[in-house]
């Protein structure tokens, strides 16, 4: 049952009067459920909540983790029907879609739960005393990753279920130790309630304290501020636009104690078709590039909006296919009408552009909210000189660049700012012969692609979902994937501590049994 109000734990709260609704894209109409934007007393008393969980929740064993984390997959799974009607009536998108996303939801869940009965992710490092070394004695060292404390998630738009209330950044820092504050997002707010219920329900049943988990409901910024600016607040994850990122960024980095913000932000995803893939399968990829620019309307931060090929009769070939494939294509419903403004103007300021050509367009009518798609190209020379052609356009669009020769296609690369994805279509042959090509595309991302189109990402262990600067505000983690666990965790080194006193993974016998590095050497054997 949706109620409009916050969970503050396992309490509804409605103390604020600004109340608002979610929207339904494809009806162009409100839905029924009217929201009530959670206070600064309201934000105050989920940050204590939380930070009082912590001191409990922090020390949880690996297998109790797992055990609130698979019993929050079974209580989302139990929302049945529910749960899917309510996704689609908030964002437009079809069944299929929703069904799709409750599952990868799951599976992240329990992924996250395997992980921690594993049990060796904590990196636990013993390098044990030597007293009578010479000339000075070695002390008994032991280090593990331990979480950090409360962090503030902030729900994606175009993700209603994998990157919100107990998506990808909520479910990675439960299993880390750290309570979770979810400022449920304003376009599917119903949907994250529904979600934060079956999550309090799990808390109750498997024995959490309370604190373990909030959520907010916000139509502005206001909120997401106090949360980010909060002391008891230690952590951030957020997945939306370059200036909401950069934003909470800066207002974490200004705190008096400053804070780790995780953002993934904007990219476009280059895509270098090499001369062979043109000969060879110009039209097969022209083909499945146009339905990876139009998979769902384009509202994947993997949509490939940038594509790059040296100036030949087979480009031309290409490009024609992929005007053919775009412009037959029926529009599809975005997200939010905002969203679809965000896009039509995005779309229209960079047809206005000099020195741009259409290749493509949807002209004809279509419903409210419904994206019309286009693909532009330009000359590489005019692109190099025109960054306003380099910055992302979020829904169904793309720009071809016509390069000149292999030096301008570099020189494009190196211009380009941080991005997830970056591929190569060709040869394996083609790999040696662009090879500084290559590297300086695999400089500028987190993750490289041969010959495959960026959208759809797999979770795993091995998946790097984040790239260089404004893609994510830092490379060195991924935000998809039991290795996004590592964002919420820092090293704690014990020195000389007596047996006891340690935790499990770094006592001597090993009672969890994991695989820990002692004196240099990969074993789960006791000391």
């Not at 490092?125 to 007293?131: G, L, Q, V, Y």
């Not at 590039?289 to 384009?298: C, E, N, T």
């Not at 090293?491 to 002692?518: D, F, G």
Request: aromatic share 6%; hydrophobic share 35%; charged share 20%.
């Amino acid at each position: 049952m949706i109620t409009g109000g916050n969970y503050i734990g396992d309490e509804i709260s409605k103390q604020g009067t600004h109340t608002y609704q979610t929207f339904n894209p494809k009806l162009n109409l409100p839905t029924p459920w009217t929201f009530h934007e959670a206070t600064a007393q309201e934000v105050k008393a989920a940050c204590d909540l939380a930070a009082e969980a912590f001191v409990t929740y922090g020390k949880c064993t690996g297998s109790e983790k797992a055990k609130f984390l698979r019993q929050i997959a079974l209580e989302i799974e139990a929302l049945g029907d529910t749960l899917i009607s309510t996704y689609m009536q908030e964002s437009g998108l079809p069944e299929g879609r929703a069904n799709g996303e409750r599952g990868r939801t799951l599976g992240q869940l329990n992924a996250f739960a395997d992980l921690l009965e594993e049990g060796s992710w904590v990196e636990a490092t013993i390098d044990t005393a030597k007293p009578d070394r010479q000339p000075i004695p070695k002390v008994d060292l032991r280090k593990m990753l331990m979480p950090i404390g409360p962090i503030a998630v902030f729900g994606s738009s175009n993700f209603p279920l994998a990157f919100s209330t107990a998506g990808g950044d909520a479910a990675s820092a439960l299993a880390a130790g750290c309570p979770v504050i979810v400022k449920s997002h304003p376009m599917h707010s119903g949907t994250g309630e529904l979600v934060a219920s079956a999550i309090t329900t799990a808390i109750e049943k498997t024995g959490m304290p309370k604190g373990v988990f909030s959520n907010l409901n916000s139509s502005g910024i206001a909120v997401g501020e106090q949360l980010v600016m909060n002391d008891k607040i230690k952590g951030v994850g957020f997945t939306g636009s370059i200036k909401g990122g950069t934003a909470i960024y800066k207002l974490a980095n200004g705190r008096e104690e400053p804070i780790p913000v995780f953002a993934e932000m904007g990219s476009v995803n280059p895509v270098i078709v090499l001369p062979s893939a043109l000969e060879e399968q110009g039209e097969d990829w022209a083909k499945k590039y146009a339905g990876s620019i139009l998979l769902g309307a384009g509202q994947f931060c993997t949509n490939p909006g940038l594509i790059l090929a040296i100036k030949s009769t087979a480009l031309d070939g290409f490009i024609s296919t992929l005007g053919a494939e775009i412009s037959k294509a029926e529009p599809i419903c975005m997200l939010h009408p905002k969203i679809h403004e965000n896009f039509e103007n995005g779309k229209d300021e960079m047809s206005r552009q000099d020195t741009v050509d259409v290749v493509a367009a949807y002209e004809e009518s279509a419903p409210p909210n419904f994206a019309k798609q286009k693909v532009l190209t330009v000359n590489g020379s005019d692109f190099l000189r025109n960054t306003k052609l380099h910055q992302e356009v979020f829904g169904p669009f793309s720009i071809v660049v016509r390069c000149e020769d292999t030096e301008e296609l570099e020189a494009i690369i190196k211009k380009l700012d941080g991005q997830l994805t970056g591929t190569v279509l060709g040869s394996t042959v083609e790999l040696n012969t662009y090879n500084s090509v290559i590297d300086s595309l695999q400089n500028r991302v987190g993750r490289i692609i041969f010959n495959g189109v960026p959208t759809g990402v797999e979770v795993c262990p091995s998946m790097q979902h984040g790239g260089p600067f404004p893609a994510t505000t830092d490379s060195r983690f991924t935000s998809v994937g039991t290795s996004s666990i590592k964002r919420w965790v820092r090293p704690v080194a014990y020195q000389s501590w007596p047996q006891n006193m340690l935790p499990k993974e770094l006592q001597n016998t090993n009672p969890l049994n994991v695989v820990r590095i002692v004196n240099g050497l990969h074993t789960s054997n006791k000391i």
